[in-house]
């Protein structure tokens, strides 16, 4: 019998009572997906349904907090302070639980002290909000956001693309999953990658550092002030990029640039 234990802590809820009523605190747990059944602290949570989250944000000295297990997080940004997520909850109790922004976070409560979980986010999102997007294994898509905003992503297994968008940092931490950026404009942009390449596409940085142990770094038609590579085993290519300074810091791997740089390549 296959049992996937994700390590990544995500939040679940639970419900605790204080002075005779049923308040709701986001709490960490740890999440397994055994045979394709989620468990949240060693209890399953069978119950699927959707819910639909409407509103305004203020985003300034926002940052929103989104974060799914398997499910994926596929959010675009758009004019306005108002925003429309769906939102797939699971719970322990049949009808069982709600979804509400709590202190900068998309968190699951319960009504009847159950346990309950955020698996899988999609819709529409002010385009200038902070956002910190969390997944085990699933797939995570930021497209639109414009603006002096942060894009911070933390996955497990999930492939990232951030496309369409022009902002101040772009920051990923991946495991094994792939990261690609399409038409996309930042200051900096970080990348901790394990096995999984980078690939990036007419976008404009300013610093790349990116650091893989074994994927490759892909880049086409773009323009970077500074990067920096390293990685164990990965390769670098370059194609039709406009480069003005890059360090490397490669094991096995190697730099090919097609492409006009104005300084060498330092190893």
């Not at 004019?79 to 109790?93: A, I, K, Q, R, W």
Request: hydrophobic content about 40%; some cysteine.
């Amino acid at each position: 019998m296959l049992r996937t234990r994700l390590t990544l802590a995500l939040l679940a809820s639970v419900t605790v009572a204080a002075c005779g009523l049923m308040t709701h605190q986001a709490r960490s747990f740890d999440v397994s997906d055994q045979d394709g059944r989620l468990f949240v602290g060693g209890v399953p949570v069978d119950y699927h349904r959707e819910v639909t989250l409407q509103g305004e944000l203020d985003v300034e000295d926002l940052t929103l907090v989104l974060v799914s297990q398997t499910g994926p997080i596929d959010v675009v940004g758009g004019p306005g302070d108002s925003y429309e997520l769906v939102v797939d909850l699971y719970s322990e109790f049949e009808g069982d639980g709600d979804v509400v922004v709590d202190g900068g976070v998309v968190a699951a409560r319960s009504q009847l002290g159950g346990a309950v979980l955020v698996n899988g986010i999609r819709g529409r999102l002010p385009e200038g909000v902070d956002l910190d997007v969390r997944t085990a294994t699933g797939d995570t898509f930021v497209t639109s956001f414009v603006g002096r905003n942060r894009v911070v992503v933390e996955s497990g297994t999930g492939v990232v693309h951030v496309s369409s968008s022009e902002v101040d940092s772009v920051s990923v931490d991946a495991g094994t999953g792939d990261v690609r950026m399409t038409e996309c404009t930042s200051k900096d942009v970080v990348l901790r990658l394990g096995v999984g390449s980078f690939a990036a596409s007419g976008c404009v940085v300013g610093h790349l550092d990116g650091d893989s142990g074994t994927g490759d770094f892909l880049v086409h038609g773009s323009r970077i002030e500074t990067a920096v590579f390293a990685s164990s085993v990965g390769d670098v290519w370059l194609t039709d990029t406009l480069v003005s300074e890059i360090r490397s810091s490669l094991g096995t791997g190697k730099v090919e640039h097609r492409t006009t740089v104005s300084e060498d390549v330092e190893d």
